[in-house]
């Protein structure tokens, strides 16, 4: 069996109401992966209908969103001691999942073209650089 694109599958495939699921799944917490498994969608096609489907797109977009507001609720509740939970597990899943990151590394370095300059120019902007 060759690679390439996967036969086309029309989305009416997908049983009435699976946009309703998509999002009650999204507000458990669930993953797009979660939701391919459960409906039986591969990646390929997941994408494929994302690309080329609006409402299909929308509504994935809304369930990831629901997701990750499920996953920053646990992590306040656990913060004011609303419920019990790992919080190195919950950061892990934080970072892992929606790309958190523990700070941010800004490069100020600054690149000069000296090539072009007289040695006073030069002297000038090293000057100015250490002010």
Request: charged share 35%; glycine share 6%.
């Amino acid at each position: 069996m060759g690679a390439g694109r996967p036969k086309e599958e029309p989305i009416d495939r997908l049983k009435e109401g699976w946009q309703t699921r998509f999002i009650e799944m999204g507000k458990e917490g669930c993953s797009d992966v979660e939701i391919r498994a459960e409906f039986g969608i591969s990646d390929c096609l997941w994408y494929r209908w994302i690309d080329e489907d609006e409402e299909f797109s929308r509504t994935a977009k809304i369930a990831k969103a629901a997701c990750h507001a499920k996953w920053e609720e646990m992590g306040r509740k656990m913060a004011f001691g609303q419920v019990d939970g790992n919080p190195t597990t919950w950061i892990f899943n934080m970072k892992n999942r929606f790309n958190w990151k523990d700070k941010t590394e800004t490069d100020q370095s600054v690149k000069l073209q000296v090539t072009d300059m007289t040695d006073e120019e030069l002297d000038r902007r090293i000057a100015a650089l250490k002010d």
